[in-house]
């Protein structure tokens, strides 16, 4: 029996997915002036294994956590730890809706890699996406106006981090349940992050001025994963998509208010044609795919 689309309570949730992703996008930006990226993943992660939990437990998930395809865990949460740090090290750098831009490239990778993890065929639409989706990096980056910084690097990188994680997730959902998807995402980054940050001996402790900051990183990056995905139970991917976009729009004005961040038509531009580009590899599917990973 095939689920009716209901693409009004799909955008009711994808505004709160915007509205998360923006806030993790704020939060990052204010807690990168005291700790670096490896120790803004330590603390994000502990908030985050312990709002699952307590759901979890509130909510009668518990029996769903089993330690199983524990190898495809690690691979799906390594790829994520390292698109995640790239992109709070882009957002400390860039403007923001530079580094919104990149992102979306995410399904445009995802398209690329899975014929080599997933044993999937590119077809024609998918082909064309990829080229158009390319087109759109390149005026987003525009490597003729200016040398690729480390900034514009780790923003296109966190992109197909982000891609692998997608694709490694899209394996894991055949067996495992969401809340099992997530205790492990949020306890192996924690080990990931405490090994890195604690190999000296010391680990820092944020300022008591920016423990807000900490707790609301902790917060919307739970509920942009859970808003993105009932926005995708509830329409398919190429309906959610265009509404994915606004969030574009929305961090430029942002970027201008909060960071004097001139909004560059260009980049929105270039936003454009990846949109485009994964409306048109998405449309081609009968499936409801993701179209995009939250950070």
Not at 118 to 146: S, W
Not at 162 to 169: E, G, Y
Not at 236 to 248: C, Q, T
């Amino acid at each position: 029996m095939t689920t009716p689309t209901r693409p009004l309570a799909a955008a009711l949730w994808m505004s709160g997915a915007i509205a998360s992703f923006t806030l993790l996008a704020i939060a990052g930006r204010a807690m990168s002036v005291a700790l670096d990226t490896f120790e803004i993943m330590l603390y994000r992660s502990t908030i985050g294994l312990i709002i699952v939990l307590i759901a979890g437990r509130a909510l009668g998930l518990w029996p769903q956590i089993r330690a199983r395809r524990m190898g495809l865990h690690l691979m799906r949460n390594l790829a994520h730890f390292a698109g995640q740090n790239l992109w709070l090290y882009a957002i400390a750098v860039l403007p923001l809706a530079q580094v919104f831009a990149f992102e979306f490239t995410t399904p445009i990778w995802g398209l690329l890699l899975a014929p080599l993890l997933l044993g999937e065929r590119i077809t024609v639409r998918g082909l064309a996406a990829a080229v158009i989706g390319f087109a759109g990096i390149l005026v987003v980056a525009r490597p003729d106006a200016a040398p690729l910084s480390p900034g514009l690097i780790a923003a296109a990188l966190c992109a197909v981090g982000f891609a692998l994680s997608l694709l490694f997730t899209k394996k894991l959902t055949t067996s495992e349940s969401l809340v099992s998807i997530m205790v492990w995402l949020n306890a192996m980054q924690l080990v990931f992050s405490l090994i890195v940050t604690g190999h000296d001996g010391h680990i820092p402790v944020p300022p008591v001025a920016l423990w807000h900051w900490m707790g609301l990183i902790g917060v919307t990056g739970l509920t942009a994963h859970v808003c993105l995905t009932r926005a995708l139970q509830l329409a398919p991917a190429n309906i959610v998509m265009p509404m994915d976009f606004a969030r574009l729009p929305v961090i430029a004005l942002v970027g201008l208010l909060l960071y004097g961040e001139a909004i560059d038509p260009l980049i929105l531009l270039g936003g454009a044609l990846i949109l485009v580009a994964n409306w048109i590899n998405l449309s081609g599917h009968a499936d409801r795919q993701p179209g995009t990973t939250a950070p």
